[in-house]
C-alpha cells in the first residue's frame, strides 16, 4: 500500500502501543481530536485510552516526566511540536537521559520524537535541526530516518531501545514524501546502520534525512555527465557507521557531504574530519560540505531557499571535487 512519510510514524506508533503494554505517548495537545500539531497521534487517543496522554506546555517538565516513568519499567514516547524547542529540555535530555546508565546503571528508554528541518515560512524558531548539538553528548543515540520504511523501522527500534533515542523526523517530508510500504516485507536496517541509497564509484555523496533526495536528484543530473555519485544515507548520526562511510569514500575518492544544518562544529565536520584522518591517502580531492548558511534562518522565501542546499548547488560541489 501507498504509506506517507507520517503515516508510517503513526502506524510505528500504533504497533507498539498494541505490541508492548510499557509503551505509552506523552506530548502537547497529542491526545483527543487534535492529534498533535502534525497530527502524528491522530486518532491514537481513541484506540488507546489512558495511554496517549496530554502534557503541559513545558519541554522541561516532559522530558522530566518521561525519564522518571522509566524508573516505573515504562517506555514513554516523547513529542515536542518543534525540535527546536528541545533546546528548552536540554537539562533534562543531555545531563540526565544521555547520563542515566552511568549515573546509576540503569537504563533510560525514552524516545524523543522532534519534528525538524526547514519549511518556507518557519523561519528561525521552528525550522532548525537539532542532530549536531544532542549527537554531541555520549549516551543519546540520535536518528534521522529518510524513507517511509525507516520512519517507521527506526521508530519501533528507538522504541524498543535501552537507550534514550532522539528521533528527528523532518517535517517537510510528512506529506511530501510517500512510498509503497508494507513492514512484514519492507528492509529494516538495524539502528547505527548506513545506507547506500545508490552506488556510484566517481563521489561519495553522504547526507541524511530530507538532504538525502536532494542529493539523489543531483546524482541524476551528474550521471548525465557520466559523474556517478554513490549516495550515502547516514541513518544515524550517533554512533556513526564508520566502517560504511570508509568503505564508500575508499571506493569514490571523493567526499561531500550534505546537510542544511549549520557548519560550524557540526555532524559534517565530524565526518570530514573521520575520512581525513582515516581515508588521507585515498583521496583525489580535498573532502567538501555543503551546509546552510551559517545564520539565522530566514523567514523570507527567497531567502530560505538561498539558505538551504538544494540539488543544483550539490552538482556545483561535486563537479568542483571530480574537476580537482
Not at 528541545?86 to 528508554?109: D, E, K, T
Not at 549516551?139 to 517511509?148: D, E
Not at 550534505?258 to 581525513?276: C, D, I, K, R
Request: charged letters at 20%; hydrophobic letters at 45%; one cysteine or more.
Amino acid at each position: 500500500m501507498s504509506v506517507k512519510y507520517l503515516e508510517a510514524i503513526r502506524l510505528a506508533l500504533a504497533d507498539a502501543l498494541t505490541d508492548d503494554p510499557r509503551v505509552f505517548l506523552y506530548g502537547e495537545d497529542i491526545a483527543g481530536p487534535f492529534g498533535g500539531a502534525f497530527k502524528a497521534t491522530k486518532g491514537l487517543s481513541e484506540r488507546f485510552p489512558g495511554r496517549v496522554l496530554n502534557s503541559p506546555i513545558s519541554e522541561d517538565a516532559i522530558a522530566g516526566i518521561a525519564i522518571g516513568a522509566t524508573l516505573e519499567g515504562l517506555r514513554p514516547v516523547v513529542e515536542y511540536q518543534f525540535a527546536d524547542f528541545a533546546s528548552i529540555a536540554f537539562n533534562q535530555l543531555v545531563n540526565h537521559a544521555g547520563a542515566f546508565f552511568w549515573r546509576n546503571g540503569r537504563p533510560c528508554p525514552i524516545t524523543v520524537r522532534l519534528p525538524s528541518g526547514g519549511t518556507p515560512g518557519g523561519g528561525p524558531y521552528h525550522c532548525q535541526m537539532p542532530e549536531t548539538w544532542l549527537s554531541h553528548h555520549p549516551g543519546l543515540v540520535v536518528v534521522a530516518p529518510s524513507t517511509v520504511a525507516d520512519a517507521y523501522f527506526m521508530l519501533r527500534d528507538a522504541i524498543a531501545c535501552p537507550d534514550p533515542v532522539i528521533f528527528v523526523e523532518h517535517k517537510y517530508l510528512y506529506y511530501h514524501l510517500q512510498a509503497e510500504f508494507d513492514p512484514r516485507r519492507a528492509e529494516h536496517l538495524p539502528l547505527g546502520r548506513a545506507a547506500i541509497r545508490r552506488e556510484g564509484v566517481d563521489c561519495t555523496l553522504l547526507s541524511w534525512s530530507a538532504m538525502v533526495h536532494q542529493c539523489l536528484v543531483a546524482a541524476e543530473t551528474l550521471a548525465a555527465e557520466e559523474i556517478e555519485c554513490e549516495v550515502v544515507d547516514l541513518r544515524c548520526v550517533r554512533p556513526l557507521d564508520v566502517e560504511t562511510i570508509l568503505a564508500s569514500v575508499r571506493r569514490t575518492g571523493r567526499l561531500v557531504v550534505v546537510t542544511e544544518s549549520w557548519p560550524f562544529g557540526g555532524v559534517a565536520a565530524e565526518v570530514l574530519a573521520l575520512v581525513a584522518s582515516e581515508c588521507f591517502q585515498y583521496l583525489d580531492a580535498p573532502p567538501q560540505r555543503l551546509c546552510a548558511h551559517d545564520t539565522p534562518i530566514p523567514f523570507q522565501q527567497d531567502l530560505f531557499a538561498a539558505h538551504h542546499p538544494d540539488a543544483e548547488r550539490i552538482v556545483e560541489t561535486v563537479r568542483t571535487a571530480v574537476r580537482f
